[in-house]
């Protein structure tokens, strides 16, 4: 039986590209939500937790996350009631549901940014571009966005390889067992995510809100397109300890619980903004983690200013108790607080996971989006109406085809069947054509979309020529695209407000945003379409902390987090300053050196090492950092390091390896050991009598019952 998960559901894999309908989605998330995975969020007194995990294991729970506070546990077949019952135990502080969070997104294919920089819309729509141009260099270093999403595609994965519009220098990550590595894709949501946040400004591909700006990836999302409420939870922490001030989460689900609340309200409360997607139902039904009033709720909007139709808007009431006690409050951080451009959203795809299309005229440029179908056909260009029929006029042609009446895949599908080489499908209404021919679709020209405006052109050509590719640049829509567009605009504002807080950035973008829809806040909009050079002018204006940034002068504070695995150590600058930090020097105590913002190094041989990190900031002054690392190479002389124990369990018993090194390794019946101070075997019959425990280095353990 599978887990209690959270809806964060990965679009479906079609002709290379990932698309979902928000019909799909909604689909999804309700299932999903309401699936019995049996999994569980257990909230202990820290110092007792193992206790109490001891406890679960001997009730027939599997360990799934264990983070400071709570673990969360698999027990197959069991209920809520259950569980409670079975880890009834006096330092446990709550049992809860695991829910499910999926991704806000649907994908659409579509332009051609491989030979010149093409700026997103909600670019401009959100002042950013104003906000950009009045950038200091390293201004954006005093800003790090936390991304907690399907990986990016920093190197080969599920949809794609290196997505070359970053400066991968300053992004960082956090691995999981569960879904891998986080620089390879797992899905190309999280990197579309990270692109609407990041992406360089340089002469390719797009350009993000806060082009350049430090993230650090956290991959919740694993094959199965989905991961769980605990997994939130504990990304909250792991985005604090790489010194993260901003959170953005294109995902959600039903169902709230006490350990994600807590979460991001300790984020909130030291200061840090998070962000999350209101959903893509198109109903009011409230999706957790935005329906939290420590976390920011994003709506989504189209270029032209009109909400998207699929956009989530919960009421922002509160009821609560019966009869004479009951109380309806209103209360501004359950419902939609902010929208901004989710509506075929231009970002970054892993390398070749999207298509992109060219088209021309009688040797005329056409703008158009791609379909389906790659390849290639230049050709006559034939009337064919609204498609409806077949016609052998067709024959050899490329098929000019007006929107409307029937399916796009029965006019394209008709355009093939009389002999057509490709088809332009023009759009009925204003706009671009952003569409595709379904799931079902066996047709194998080439196809793409073309504008209203663009109708005569296309009708009245002589010869056209149409070519989809593989591309690195594609199109998504949903409040997952919204989501990092704020994020995006937040740290740009922060960049200019250092001594702000995450809070004071929040109500600056609601106090600045542009009214749309309904006069002044609504459900749909919240307050309005966020502006980022309004917002920091507002806080020049009306707040305390609205200086301080863009030109300060205060030293730089010279910090650092690190992560080691037996000899080899990761190491991110965490460091701050209200001018930004101009350059790094990092000293690894073994006599090597390096200046990356974040940098891996391998150590020779264990023991403990004096890291030091120095900074200096745009204006020259210094800081330094000195911290102590210890290294081990996993070995101990056969297993003299490590302590072994055994315990009863039924007819099965298991084995715990542990050392305050660290243990790494695999027992002979299947578990790995990836360097946690214990590691349990997985369940052994009693009448098997011996187990065997093999270190990464040194001799094998055999362990007896």
């Known amino acids: 039986m599978k887990h209690i998960k959270r809806p964060i559901t990965h679009p479906q894999f079609v002709n290379s590209l ?243 609340r807590n979460a991001f309200d300790s984020f909130t409360a030291d200061g840090g903004l998070v962000l999350a997607a209101a959903g893509n139902d198109g109903n009011n039904v409230v999706s957790y983690p935005a329906g939290y009033e420590s976390v920011m709720m994003v709506g989504a909007n189209d270029a032209d200013n009109n909400i998207a139709s699929f956009s989530q808007y919960p009421t922002c009431t509160q009821t609560t108790g019966r009869g004479k006690k009951r109380t309806t409050v209103v209360k501004d951080g359950i419902c939609v607080e902010i929208s901004a451009g989710g509506v075929n959203t231009l970002s970054t795809y892993p390398a070749g996971g999207a298509s992109v299309a060219i088209a021309s005229l009688d040797g005329t440029s056409l703008a158009v989006a791609a379909m389906e179908n790659q390849g290639a056909a230049e050709a006559a260009v034939y009337g064919f109406g609204i498609g409806n029929s077949q016609d052998p006029g067709a024959d050899g042609k490329i098929c000019a085809i007006d929107r409307g009446s029937i399916s796009f895949y029965d006019k394209v599908n008709n355009c093939e069947g009389s002999g057509g080489v490709g088809a332009i499908v023009v759009n009925n209404e204003p706009g671009a054509l952003f569409a595709t021919l379904g799931d079902a679709n066996d047709t194998s020209i080439p196809a793409v979309g073309a504008a209203q405006s663009d109708r005569s052109a296309v009708f009245g050509a002589t010869n056209a020529a149409i070519t989809i590719g593989a591309g ?130 391998t150590y020779a041989a264990s023991g403990t090492y004096t890291v030091t990190l120095t900074v200096t900031d745009t204006t020259g002054q210094i800081s330094s950092q000195p911290e102590a690392v210890t290294v081990t190479d996993g070995g101990g002389g056969g297993g003299s390091d490590y302590t072994v124990a055994t315990y009863n369990a039924g007819r099965n018993w298991y084995a715990v390896v542990s050392s305050p090194d660290g243990v790494w390794g695999s027992f002979d019946n299947g578990a790995n050991c990836d360097g946690g101070t214990t590691c349990q075997s997985n369940q052994q019959r009693k009448k098997s009598g011996t187990m065997v425990f093999s270190p990464s280095s040194g001799d094998p353990i055999t362990i007896i019952w």
């Open 18 to 260: 990932y698309q979902l309908t928000a019909a799909f989605l909604c689909s999804m998330m309700v299932m999903s939500a309401n699936a019995d995975d049996s999994r569980f969020i257990i909230q202990v007194d820290e110092a007792n937790k193992g206790l109490v995990k001891a406890l679960s294991k001997r009730a027939g729970g599997r360990l799934k996350l264990e983070a400071r506070g709570f673990f969360a546990a698999e027990f197959p077949g069991r209920s809520l009631n259950d569980v409670r019952g079975l880890v009834n135990n006096p330092h446990v502080i709550s049992i809860e549901e695991d829910f499910r969070r999926f991704p806000m997104g649907f994908a659409d294919e579509g332009a051609n940014p491989m030979t010149s920089q093409v700026i997103p819309y909600a670019i401009i729509q959100s002042q950013a571009d104003q906000l950009q141009s009045e950038l200091s260099p390293g201004d954006l270093m005093s800003q790090k966005v936390c991304v907690i999403d399907s990986g990016i595609a920093g190197s080969q994965g599920e949809t794609g390889g290196l997505n070359s519009d970053f400066d991968w220098n300053v992004i960082t990550g956090d691995s999981d067992s569960g879904t891998g590595y986080w620089g390879s894709d797992g899905g190309p949501h999280g990197t579309h995510v990270a692109g609407t946040i990041a992406a360089a400004d340089n002469t390719v591909g797009v350009i993000g809100m806060a082009p350049g700006v430090p993230l650090h990836i956290i991959k919740v999302f694993n094959a199965a397109g989905w991961g769980y409420s605990s997994d939130l939870a504990y990304a909250a922490q792991n985005c604090a300890q790489a010194g993260a001030n901003i959170i953005s989460m294109s995902l959600g689900g039903g169902g709230s619980n006490n350990a994600e």
């Open 472 to 601: 690195d640049f594609g199109y998504m829509s949903g409040t997952s695209m919204a989501t990092p567009a704020v994020a995006g605009v937040a740290a740009l504002v922060w960049s200019q407000h250092a001594n702000c807080t995450g809070e004071d950035i929040r109500n600056a973008l609601k106090q600045s945003a542009q009214d749309a829809g309904a006069p002044g806040k609504d459900l749909y909009h919240g307050y309005g379409i966020v502006q980022a050079k309004a917002a920091s002018v507002w806080l020049e204006q009306n707040s305390s902390c609205g200086g301080g940034g863009g030109g300060g002068d205060n030293p730089p504070t010279a910090s650092f987090s690190q992560s080691c695995t037996l000899l080899t150590c990761e190491f991110t600058d965490t460091s701050v300053d209200d001018v930004g930090i101009a350059t790094r020097a990092w000293n690894f105590g073994d006599g090597n050196s390096n200046t990356q913002s974040s940098t891996t190094h």
